[in-house]
């Protein structure tokens, strides 16, 4: 028995090894593998009439993996092991009349202030550069009409356990505001730059931070969301397929999807010892209380920007001489508004207050199993019921406490922290002006 195990366990061995030999010998000659790719790119080069190098020097050129070490930013990329239109040494002009993947070069003169050979690939474009192959690099179409063509040319799948797939249009903007501060005054960076301004429009660092700026309430998205690995975050809700879990997909569906039907929580303690409320977030699928005659709040380009704008923040080792600092920000004092209501408009913009009372203080957001049927206050209806002192204190020290609609429900999610570190006095008062002209006055009986 053993001299039989022994003797097919060798023939096994053998079968194996002949395989492996010829997988490297026939494998360069399939279509798609990085040699082939290369190849036939030589042949291409070489019959294009407009290529100043000679015919013969082309197709002398040796078959090889191509490696790009970025050692400012810590990557290694061989990414150009079949895009060989954008490798300086094969395609030096870095432009060819080659239209399609992987063999046409990069489209106007991107490259001369980005160069390959200093930046690397996947520094702005995301995927594994260290991989060969077409799955391996975690490619991403940008569509489901992709998808299918990729599916069935290449048998796509997304890569196994890797959390930074490639970002295709147009979230790849993403990846020029993590160098340039100066992004919004960039071409081609108009949907992450339509992010940054929606982020401050629809009140967002209300309750979440950027960067340690904003709210208390919920998290940092530079800090944690937007390097939130796959690990942590619960797709169980989402209805996503396999191969669409991934980060970005899971962030967009929070403009795109009622956040209760993501994190619906466990209200009636079914699950756990006390009651948990839903998400805190509100649904931007619905139109703003403001603007209710209008379609939902966020569109579907609002979504995009937004995620974009998030997916800007991913860590990434950027040394200081990479890195173009844009304007800076301007402050309350330094600024030169028409009118006091504009001052403080822009402090009630400025510090997320729309996140709860929404565009323009017109509508109450909700909040799970608050009183008064779980709805934040609608200020433009409850300002004048303060008194200038009394409305003062209550932004300064906040309500940190909330009253329940049911006691025996959970703890609303949402509550109004204290402003007083973070609101300068000056602009304070132009916020209260803001808020009592556009008070509506209560009935005198």
Not at 331 to 343: G, P, T, V
């Amino acid at each position: 028995m053993l001299r039989k195990l022994f003797l097919w366990g060798n023939i096994l061995l053998l079968i194996i090894f002949v395989a492996a030999i010829a997988k490297d010998l026939v494998g360069p000659y399939l279509p798609n593998h990085w040699a082939w790719t290369q190849m036939k790119y030589r042949q291409m080069q070489a019959n294009d009439e407009t290529n100043p190098d000679s015919k013969k020097s082309i197709l002398a050129r040796p078959i090889e993996i191509k490696q790009i070490q970025a050692n400012d930013l810590g990557q290694i990329d061989r990414c150009t092991s079949c895009h060989q239109g954008m490798d300086s040494i094969v395609t030096p002009t870095m432009q060819n009349s080659f239209t399609q993947n992987p063999f046409k070069a990069h489209s106007g003169d991107f490259l001369k202030n980005h160069p390959p050979e200093k930046f690397g690939c996947v520094i702005c474009h995301g995927g594994q550069g260290i991989a060969t192959t077409f799955i391996g690099a975690a490619h991403t179409p940008k569509d489901e009409a992709q998808k299918a063509e990729w599916k069935k040319k290449y048998g796509w799948v997304p890569t196994e356990h890797w959390d930074r797939p490639m970002l295709a249009p147009p979230y790849i903007q993403s990846s020029c505001a993590k160098c340039h501060g100066n992004f919004e005054s960039l071409p081609g960076t108009e949907v992450v730059s339509r992010g940054k301004n929606l982020m401050a429009q629809h009140g967002c660092l209300g309750c979440h931070q950027w960067k340690g700026f904003g709210g208390p309430i919920s998290v940092d998205l530079a800090e944690e969301t937007a390097n939130k690995p796959l690990g942590r975050i619960d797709f169980s809700h989402t209805g996503l397929s396999d191969e669409d879990m991934n980060l970005l997909n899971w962030i967009r569906l929070h403009f795109v999807k009622d956040p209760w039907e993501l994190t619906p929580g466990d209200p009636e303690a079914k699950f756990n010892t006390e009651p948990i409320a839903p998400s805190g977030m509100q649904n931007f699928t619905l139109p703003s209380p403001a603007y209710p005659d209008k379609g939902p709040e966020l569109s579907e380009d609002d979504a995009t920007a937004l995620t974009t704008y998030i997916l800007s923040a991913r860590s990434e080792k950027i040394p200081y001489n990479y890195y173009i600092p844009g304007p800076k920000e301007a402050k309350f004092e330094d600024m030169h508004f028409s009118s006091r209501k504009e001052a403080g408009k822009w402090v009630y913009d400025r510090y997320g207050c729309a996140a709860c009372h929404g565009l323009n203080a017109k509508g109450g957001r909700r909040n799970f199993n608050y009183q008064g049927g779980g709805m934040e206050p609608v200020l433009v209806k409850t300002v004048s019921n303060y008194t200038r002192d009394e409305l003062r204190k209550k932004i300064m020290y906040g309500v940190p406490v909330v009253n329940k609609d049911n006691d025996k429900g959970p703890t609303p999610p949402l509550y109004m922290p204290p402003w007083k570190d973070k609101i300068s006095p000056p602009e304070m008062e132009a916020l209260m002006d803001y808020l009592f002209s556009i008070a509506e006055k209560q009935a005198e009986f």
